[in-house]
């Protein structure tokens, strides 16, 4: 008998999904659009997010700034993309209270219909 899971996985295990999802979100990032299925999008959300938020609170000369970017380059794994993400994408949200991603339906995959989504930076 399988060991229990506390939440369905994308494969694998909680290490797998989690480098899953933070090799998605370097993507989204780099890219600020991707695409990819209705589930892992869902799943990509709110991990993105919270990491916009992050870097949203280290802008300026806060005390807590190198911690916040050094928690962010933990995540991502990716010192070019946490640059990027601090320098360049969260200083466009600093007016804004959430809701920085926006998840488009695009329709079935021909293989496995799966429902294709994209998700991107608003």
């Known amino acids: 008998m399988p060991t229990p899971r506390r939440a369905p996985r994308f494969g694998g295990s909680a290490q797998h999904q989690r480098l899953m999802m933070a090799n998605m979100a370097a993507s989204l990032f780099a890219a600020e659009g991707i695409k990819t299925t209705e ?5 990509l959300r709110p991990i993105a997010e919270k990491l916009i938020t ?9 005390p807590m700034r190198v911690h916040r970017i050094r ?3 933990g995540y991502l ?9 601090v320098n360049e994408i969260a200083p466009r ?4 209270n959430g809701g920085y991603t926006r998840i488009l339906k695009l329709g079935h995959r021909l293989g496995d219909a799966a ?4 998700i991107e930076l608003v």
């Not at 589930?39 to 799943?43: L, S």
């Not at 794994?77 to 993400?85: F, I, N, P, Q, V």
């Not at 949200?93 to 804004?96: E, Q």
């Not at 429902?115 to 994209?118: A, I, K």
């Open 93 to 96: 949200y600093v007016s804004r």
């Open 71 to 73: 928690q962010i380059e």
């Open 54 to 62: 992050k870097a949203k609170k280290a802008q300026g000369d806060s």
């Open 115 to 118: 429902l294709e989504v994209r």
């Open 39 to 43: 589930a892992k999008a869902k799943e």
């Open 77 to 85: 794994g990716d010192k070019e993309m946490t640059s990027k993400l």
